[in-house]
């Protein structure tokens, strides 16, 4: 079993910056590929950012890619979404995951999930 709870959202303006963070316990984290996943309000739940075990691998949806940043400090458990130039189309619940392989841009592949933090941008 494996607990994951997200912090670090809030309310913020177009073109603020914000930093996730996803605290893990309960599984070797350095063997677990975390991934960031999104739900805008009325809208399914869609892939954000995935990072590798190690965190030599990084992959990001189109629509966050320049902007968004997902790391990992395997030391501290603990896996983190930097989200710079946010715009309005950001708003959404933000949910990190784990899964057992290596990584995975696919939300069936994770196992795990936490319960997500709301991150609201304003015009």
């Known amino acids: 079993q494996v607990q994951l709870v997200e912090s670090g959202g809030g309310l913020v303006q177009a073109g603020d910056s914000l930093r996730l963070s996803c605290a893990t316990s309960g599984r070797t984290f350095s063997r677990t590929g975390m991934g960031w996943f999104r739900q805008p309000p009325g809208k399914e739940r869609e892939f954000v950012a995935a990072i590798s075990w190690s965190g030599a691998h990084t992959y990001y949806a189109d629509s966050v890619k320049g902007r968004f940043t997902i790391s990992r400090d395997n030391a501290k458990n603990t896996v983190y979404l930097q989200m710079n130039s946010l715009t309005p189309e950001d708003t959404a619940v933000y949910c990190c995951?784990?899964?057992?392989?290596?990584?995975?841009?696919?939300?069936?592949?994770?196992?795990?999930w936490g319960q997500g933090t709301q991150v609201t941008v304003s015009s």
């Open positions: 995951a784990a899964t057992r392989v290596l990584y995975s841009t696919v939300e069936r592949e994770y196992d795990y």
